[in-house]
């Protein structure tokens, strides 16, 4: 059964539904470069004050030893999220020596790529098969893009939403089925509107000229007063080709139609032979260089704006828990960090996310066609590179083979038009104003691109004649201070100690347990 979004605005906004809107989980995952107060990448390993990077359950690790990466626990309330996350950084900047987190997505100033050092995880074999896959990623992509920062926001529906979606569509499938099905159709939609995210948030429209250190590229970069270089009308760098994104998988067509598809897509990437990755060799002089040659190693390397994801147990590989338990959640992977908020993302981006994904929810759509995955996957193209130029039109593909171009801002009005009716739902359901404001406050955006971060950023550059690295370590140096300053708010100092006490010790027993040697131990892994 197909329903139009009054549909669902009528069914939702019944007494007996509308409390199902407030049930919405939220994570955060937030990574942030460590820093020198000159502006240089630190080159102290992981301070053991935060924990092991391994097993810690609020302070990791990315790629390299200098990317940590904080994750908050799943709240259903958007202050907690932000105050969890201001915690984690507060405990952190108290244990890193003085050092500050870039506010940046792009990186700073790195004068050798090779000297970027990888993350390490101890000599568990399952620490070493992380460490071994960044090493893959160094030989495959190089350093320079494995220190890009982003923000994840993890999100979901609680169960009680889901049930009444379920009685709407007069479904009879198991509700775990019915679920996977309707977050699919949310990953749908969001792939064909994804653009909106880089336009109102992309705040990456400039770079160090030190990232293009021996790479080729075609784009038309001018350089700022300071020697920055920067694309007039681009938004977000990081998603555009010269950030996370790669060529070996452009190829792939994997497709969001469904779940059993979506993950024999994944593990059919896997197991597809590289030939270009092959030439780096599995083993060189006894070292692996990568955990193998296919186009993905595991799944983490699928570079995707989303993700269906559910929770994994150890062991797990990701697509399995998908195809036995169905998905739990999705994971927002087009966000930069925030450069004008402390934790890389603000309360206000919160509230548009949940009006932005409950539309997503609410709007039927029919499974895509390679083609018309392929409009949509060029509008994000076009519009993390020129998102802001006047005469860029976008494709709004209907999956049927017929496309209208389109202007940012009238397609992004028709949209706001639609999103300020599930804005005031969400609004009825909390009690509150503050999603009618963020539906104002962005629509202001797609009417005046000035407003935009990335124009922000690039106005301070050229018009203020301020350097941006110098204006990132102000501000970063500004959060320190901030972070320093304000009392715990959800956990406490000695959460920490512990956390990290604990985490130390749950290294220590993985290490302990290992019986198999690690060539026997990734056998096993890619055998399951």
């Known amino acids: ?33 460590r820093v020198l107060p000159n502006g240089e990448l630190s080159k102290h390993g992981h301070y053991s004050q935060l924990g092991s990077a391994l097993t810690h359950g609020q302070i990791t690790t990315d790629y390299s030893e200098t990317l940590l990466e904080f994750i908050t626990p799943v ?64 030989n495959r992509y190089g350093s320079m893009m494995q220190v890009i920062a982003g923000i994840h926001f993890n999100f979901s529906f609680s169960t009680e939403f889901w049930q009444v979606q379920q009685k709407l569509h007069e479904n ?64 977000s760098l990081r998603m555009s080709d010269l950030g996370y994104t790669s060529s070996e998988q452009s190829n792939l067509k994997i497709c969001y139609n469904n779940l059993d598809g979506y993950v024999d897509g994944v593990q059919k990437a896997i197991a597809l032979k590289s030939e270009s990755f092959s030439n780096i060799g599995l083993k060189v002089n006894g070292e692996y260089q990568q955990l193998n040659t296919n186009v993905l190693q595991i799944e983490n390397e699928l570079y995707a704006p989303i993700r269906p994801k559910q929770v994994i147990k150890s062991g797990e590989k990701p697509s399995q828990a998908l195809r036995d338990r169905g998905v739990e959640y999705i994971e927002v992977r087009a966000l930069d960090v925030n450069p004008f908020a402390d934790t890389g993302i603000n309360i206000e981006q919160i509230h548009f996310l949940d009006v932005f994904l409950t539309y997503c929810a609410f709007v039927d759509n029919k499974e895509f066609d390679c083609d ?130 604990k985490s130390h010790q749950g290294q220590s027993e993985i290490e302990a347990a290992d019986e198999l040697s690690f060539d026997d131990f990734l056998t096993d892994y890619f055998q399951q």
């Open 1 to 33: 059964m197909t329903l139009s979004l009054n549909d669902y605005i009528t069914a939702f906004n019944q007494e007996s539904n509308l409390n199902a809107l407030t049930g919405i989980g939220r994570g955060i995952e937030r990574e942030a470069l």
């Open 372 to 501: 018309s995955q392929q409009h949509h996957e060029n509008n994000m193209n076009d519009v993390v590179m020129r998102g802001r130029d006047p005469e860029l039109l976008l494709s709004d593909a209907n999956g049927q083979g017929e496309v209208t171009l389109k202007s940012v801002n009238q397609w992004g009005n028709e949209l706001f038009d639609n999103m300020a009716q599930v804005a005031a739902l969400l609004d009825k359901a909390y009690q509150s104003d503050n999603y009618s404001k963020s539906i104002v406050r962005e629509r202001a955006k797609i009417n005046d691109a000035q407003l935009t971060p990335s124009a922000q950023i690039l106005t301070i550059m050229l018009e203020q004649e301020q350097s941006i690295s110098q204006y990132s370590l102000n501000k970063a140096a500004q959060y320190r201070q901030q972070a320093l300053a304000r009392d715990y708010q959800f956990y406490s100092e000695q959460f920490f100690i512990d956390e990290a006490e």
């Open 75 to 138: 709240s259903h309330s958007p202050e907690q999220a932000i105050a969890q996350l201001q915690d984690i950084q507060k405990y952190t900047f108290a244990n890193i020596d003085g050092e500050l987190l870039w506010p940046m997505s792009m990186p700073c100033f790195v004068d050798e790529e090779d000297k970027i050092p990888l993350a390490q995880y101890g000599d568990s074999n399952i620490g070493k098969m992380k460490t071994v896959y960044r090493q893959g990623l160094k």
């Open 172 to 235: 009879k499938a198991p509700l775990s089925d019915f679920i996977s099905e309707r977050y699919f159709s949310i990953l749908r939609n969001y792939k064909r509107y994804c653009w909106l995210i880089p336009y109102l948030y992309g705040s990456s429209p400039a770079l160090c000229n030190s990232f293009l250190q021996g790479k080729e590229h075609k784009l038309p970069f001018k350089k700022s007063p300071s020697g920055t270089l920067y694309l007039e009308y681009a938004t």
